[in-house]
Structure formats: C-alpha cells, structure tokens
C-alpha cells in the first residue's frame, strides 16, 4: 500500500468516527459555550475572512458569521453539516461548508484574516502538516486561534483511559490532547507565529445529574469512545471497558452523586501570523 492510499484509508476511518454517535447532540448538550469562548479571544468582527477548520456543526463558525464575518466552515466530515447549517439557519447566518482534511487544505495561500479550530484539527493524526496548513493559508499578520484539550485536563485522561482499548495508532500519528500544551503549539509554529494568548481555561459541565452519565453520554454519541468500545467489544473486553470509563467518570466529578460536576480544561491560543 502507498503512504497515500494508506492516508485516504486512515482519514475514511476518521470520517466515519466523527459521523458515528450523535456529535450535534454533545455540541447542544455541553459545547456550545466554546464557540463564543474562541471567537472572542480571536477578536473576529465584521467583514473579516474567517476559515474555522474541523468545524463540525460550526460551533465556532456560526458564532463569527453572527459578529459580520464571512466565514468558511471547512470538515473532513460532512455528514456533520446538515446540522450546522441547520443552526446558522435558524440564527438567520449564512456561511460556506467545505469538505476538507486539516492536512492538506483545498484554499489558496494567504486567502483568510482569520484561521480558527475550536478542538478540531486537534484531531487530524500529523501535527506537523496541520500547522503548516493553518499558516499557509493565513494571511500575513492575520491572526491564528486555536481552542484545545490539554494532555493534563479531563479529555486528555479519556483518551488515556479509552487508549489501551482502541485499535493501536497508526505510524506517525501523535496524541490530540498535544496541542493544548503550550510546548507543542510553540514548537509546531515556530517563528511564524508570535503568540499574543496562551492561556489555559476551563469548561465548566453540569448537563449530568448523575457522574456515571457523563460516561454513558459518551459511550453512544462520541465517535472516538464508540470506536474504542468497539475494538473492546470485539477483544472481549466490554466489561473492562465500561468499569475504566465508569471508574473514570466518578474519579473526575466535582459535584455530587446525585448533581455532578465536570470540568474540562482547554488551552487558548491566539497569534498573529508573520
Ligand atoms: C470534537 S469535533 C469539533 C467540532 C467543532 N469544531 C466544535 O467545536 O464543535 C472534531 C472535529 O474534527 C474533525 N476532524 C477530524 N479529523 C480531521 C481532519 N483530518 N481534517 C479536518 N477535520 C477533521 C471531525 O470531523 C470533527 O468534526
């Protein structure tokens, strides 16, 4: 198998992860606030050419075409735009929806003011090729603003649960939850971005009544957590499985059994590109 067969195969299995579940139901249930939450830190306002990549239902995106922007939502999964243009309909905004991997961007050099991703390209499997994408396509002294999972927060300790679950990454992909250390964004950009913002936050989650729903929440809307389950299942580890994501949910709960409490900590970061 060529690298890029072996590349169309492994983005087909991603697509098919992200479409899996319900994600529009999670964005409804406990997301919504990250949209605003990144593009005030970008400081989109009107008239400006914005690309949100990886933006799913356009959680970020349908909040900066709501402050004047012209906005493209691009995803490697459509499957996820009905929804999306479901909701920018109905807040009466209009946007363009592509379909394109973070990795190899179908827009032209230095065609936007703003390029965002609210816990998006976090997930395309090479760092590397996203971070030079997202500078490419961003105009000189235009702005980068990236909302994402750290490794020490809530979402980087799922996916270290779920890990020995999953199916074995493939060569060459690295760990989402990298890009919400200060580190790794540093390193990845180099001197084409001088970072106004690195600053860490939380999302403060209290959907759940009880903590084990958190888990069960996942368990059959999240694409990534379906797919681990899965190769559980076909493992004959199911049991194990929910005990670790049940042992999880309880461990990270700062409420109470009966009004639980999460909180899921993120890293903003907002440059301006050279
Ligand atoms: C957790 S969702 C975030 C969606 C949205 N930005 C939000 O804030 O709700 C992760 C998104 O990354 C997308 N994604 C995963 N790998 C990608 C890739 N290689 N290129 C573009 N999008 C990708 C998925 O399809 C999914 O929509």
């Not at 243009?85 to 592509?98: I, N």
């Amino acid at each position: 198998m060529t690298s890029s067969t072996a590349d169309t195969e492994l983005k087909a299995r991603h697509r098919k992860m992200w479409a899996s579940g319900d994600y529009p139901l999670m964005v409804d249930t406990f997301l919504l606030p990250l949209g605003p939450r990144l593009v005030d830190a970008a400081g989109i306002g009107e008239g400006m050419r914005v690309l949100d990549v990886a933006a799913g239902t356009g959680n970020a995106s349908i909040v900066a075409a709501q402050r004047g922007a012209q906005v493209t939502a691009s995803d490697l999964t459509p499957e996820l735009f009905d929804a999306g243009r479901a909701r920018a309909q109905s807040e009466g905004v209009e946007l363009d929806w592509v379909e394109a991997d973070a990795e190899n961007l179908p827009f032209d050099d230095e065609s936007y003011d703003v390029v965002m991703s609210s816990i998006g390209a976090m997930f395309a499997p090479h760092h590397q090729d996203v971070a030079d994408e997202l500078v490419r396509v961003c105009r000189p002294g235009g702005t980068i603003a990236l909302l994402s999972w750290t490794p020490e927060g809530m979402i980087g300790a799922l996916f270290r649960t779920m890990g020995p679950f999953a199916p074995p990454p493939p060569p060459g992909a690295q760990p989402a939850p990298l890009w919400g250390s200060e580190d790794h964004v540093r390193e990845l950009f180099g001197d084409r971005v001088e970072w106004g913002t690195l600053e860490r936050d939380d999302l403060d989650i209290t959907a759940f009544e009880h903590p084990r729903d958190y888990g069960e929440h996942f368990k059959g809307l999240y694409g990534p957590t379906i797919v681990a389950r899965g190769n559980a299942v076909k493992n004959g580890q199911e049991a194990e499985f929910d005990e670790a994501l049940n042992n999880f949910s309880d461990e990270w709960n700062r409420g109470t059994q009966d009004d639980a409490r999460f909180e899921q900590e993120y890293l903003v970061a907002v440059g301006t590109r050279a």
